[in-house]
Every structure is written in structure tokens, then in C-alpha cells.
T-cell receptor
């Protein structure tokens, strides 16, 4: 087994501020993901990383940067927080075999962002 | 981009009865269809999945059906219990990517005692 840790759990920012969210996993998984979850909507992919130093854009990448510093960690930066923005950011990881052998994604507890 | 439509958004069923959630997808190249359950305050967890070489899969009280021709798949929970109350998300693999999933908007299942 393993665990995914996300920090911080709650993040309050100001409009225009640059904010960084961090994710660590000890599954030794190759692939990591960042999703945004808005109330009443499904998960939307922001960025994913197939392996260390890899970075791939998801459908929602505009307004965000990401960095896969090492295999176990994947960080997400909100480049300019939008006023009244509220969402939960979920980090996930998988063994990342891809192709026909899609692997289960394991999720972290989330970071809840509020922008004042 | 490609979409996955999930209905209904809220489902209320009596304890002991069955619950059904339906999803439809657009990408004919999708070949993997997982279902995740998210309990209040928790992160989503995989409960069952089906691949395109199957039409039906069952794990205990969970049944997944896949109709590739109609591009539809569904989750059926038989003999629902209070612990089944949660958000349920369907997803379909993105045909042009080996790693991306396209997610439905979720169904809030409420089991009435």
C-alpha cells in the first residue's frame, strides 16, 4: 500500500496571487495527475506527468504551471488566482502502464482553495 | 474536447432497492471505463471498471454494462445499503492518450431508510 499527501489542506489566497500546491506519493508510481473538482462538475485534468521530469497539459492547463521535481512529488502553481474562485484540487497517481492496460488512479485528500 | 455525460445528477432510492447510473461517451476509441465512489470528505476510490472487450462485469452488488455500439455504459447497484450513499463518477479513457480519463459530472446517490 501507499499514501498520497497533499499540502496544504486549505489554501486561502488573494486575487492575482501566485499559489503553489504540493503532492507527494510513496506508491513508487510513475504517473501523477492534477485535477480540479468544482461543485456539481466532474474532475477536470489540469496537468499530468508520465515520469520524472515529464509534463503533459490537460484540458484545463491555462492559468496553471506544474513541476515534477522527482518521481515522488508533483507540484501545481496557480499563476494568478481569480477573485471568488473556489475549488478542490486533487492529486492522483497510478503505475501508469497506459494503453490498453489502464491502471487505477489513487487520489490524495485534496487541497481546498478559496480566493478572496 | 470530448465529453462524458452522466445522469442523473441526483438519485434517491429506497434501501434494499436497486440504483442505476448511466453514462455516455463520444470518443469511439475509448477502451477503458472506470467507476469511482467519493464519500463525503473523502477522496475518490475505484470501485469497478470494465474494458472494451467485455459487455458485463460484476463485483458483488456492483454490475457494470457496456454498449460500445451506443457508446453507453452504466453502473447498477443491487440491494442498496446506507453505506452506498456517496458521489459516483464514471470516466472513459481518452482515445488519443494512453493516460487521460474523461470524467462524468457525478451522481449523488442518496439511500433512504
Amino acid at each position: 500500500g501507499g499514501i498520497i499527501t497533499q499540502t496544504p489542506k486549505f489554501l486561502i489566497g488573494q486575487e492575482g496571487q501566485k499559489l503553489t500546491l504540493k503532492c507527494q506519493q510513496n506508491f513508487n508510481h510513475d504517473t501523477m495527475y492534477w485535477y480540479r473538482q468544482d461543485s456539481g462538475k466532474g474532475l477536470r485534468l489540469i496537468y499530468y506527468s508520465i515520469t520524472e521530469n515529464d509534463l503533459q497539459k490537460g484540458d484545463l492547463s491555462e492559468g496553471y504551471d506544474a513541476s515534477r521535481e522527482k518521481k515522488s512529488s508533483f507540484s501545481l502553481t496557480v499563476t494568478s488566482a481569480q477573485k471568488n474562485e473556489m475549488a478542490v484540487f486533487l492529486c492522483a497517481s497510478s503505475i501508469g502502464t497506459g494503453g490498453y492496460n489502464y491502471a487505477e488512479q489513487f487520489f490524495g485528500p485534496g487541497t481546498r482553495l478559496t480566493v478572496l | 474536447g470530448e465529453q462524458v455525460e452522466q445522469l442523473p445528477s441526483i438519485l434517491r432510492v429506497q434501501e434494499g432497492s436497486s440504483a442505476s447510473i448511466n453514462c455516455s461517451y463520444e470518443d469511439s476509441a475509448s477502451n477503458y471505463f472506470p467507476w469511482y465512489k467519493q464519500e463525503p470528505g473523502e477522496n475518490p476510490k475505484l470501485i469497478i471498471d470494465i474494458r472494451s472487450n467485455m459487455e458485463r462485469k460484476q463485483i458483488q452488488e456492483l454490475i457494470v454494462l457496456l454498449d460500445k455500439k451506443a457508446k453507453r455504459f452504466s453502473l447498477h447497484i443491487t440491494d442498496t445499503q446506507p453505506g452506498d450513499s456517496a458521489m459516483y463518477f464514471c470516466a472513459a479513457s481518452a482515445g488519443d492518450s494512453n493516460y487521460q480519463l474523461i470524467w462524468g459530472s457525478g451522481t449523488k446517490l442518496i439511500i433512504k431508510p
